[in-house]
């Protein structure tokens, strides 16, 4: 087996103290104080199963069941590259795969699981033309229980999508009132973000929002949206 394979090749007792150092400081992962690398020889753990990705010879179908099992057992942002790489080489078997994992890890309890694989949504996935697509409509699914909690996390990355992709899904949500506050991040990461994209209709979705007037970010919101 290719996982196997790779444990034995960069040994199991280092393999599984990197592990434990991806457990413990997965959480918070692309946001601030969130850590996104590790110091000394662990760091190259990851690196070393990604190899196999780009030179092995391996079925892809076998890469990713490598890959996913990895990230259950190691969630770092490092061991997600590969899976935004590969996507175009995926057929219709390994995608499925894919986003079903992609999507119980949003939406797992814990932050440790869901905040790597997000930060590869918000930095890769979405920053690509080629991807942001494809990412954003099975990330979203509703058809999937539960969706709340992966919604929420996904509307937190979701500031480079395309305005035009995601103001259905945001005018939806602004429906609900339990749902306002996730759709307040989603304006605040389309308007601050770096490749954030903000459309038209965002003032008027903002001020159907019902929300404290000291809810973070949401008096700069204004202000931005004043000058538009």
């Known amino acids: 087996m290719l996982f196997d394979e790779l444990v034995a090749k960069v040994g199991a007792e ?34 070393q199963f990604a190899d196999a990705w780009w030179h092995g010879d391996a079925s892809l179908r076998e890469r990713l069941e490598t890959a996913l099992r990895l990230y259950a057992e190691m969630p770092c942002y490092a061991n997600t590259v590969a899976l935004h790489g590969f996507l175009r080489e995926f057929g219709e078997p390994e995608r499925r795969m894919l986003w079903d994992a992609v999507r119980t890890w949003l939406g797992d309890e814990d932050d440790r699981l869901a905040d790597p694989i997000a930060h590869s949504l918000w930095v890769d996935f979405f920053e690509d033309d ?3 697509q494809e990412a954003w409509g099975e990330v979203t699914r509703r058809d999937h229980a539960p969706w709340q909690r992966r919604l929420a996390r996904v509307l937190q990355v979701c500031g480079p999508v395309p305005w035009a992709l995601k103001a259905q899904l945001l005018d939806e949500l602004a429906r609900d009132p339990d749902t306002h506050h996730a759709v307040l991040r989603a304006i605040a990461g389309s308007a601050f973000d770096p490749f954030g994209d903000l459309g038209p209709g965002a003032a008027a979705l903002l001020a159907r929002l019902d929300l404290p007037a000291d809810t973070p970010d949401l008096a700069a919101l204004r202000a931005r949206l004043a000058l538009r």
């Open 14 to 47: 280092r393999y599984r103290e990197a592990c434990e150092r991806a457990w413990a400081t997965a959480a918070g992962t692309g946001r601030c104080g969130g850590q996104r690398s590790w110091a000394g020889d662990l760091q190259a753990v990851a690196p």
């Open 130 to 132: 080629a991807t942001v």
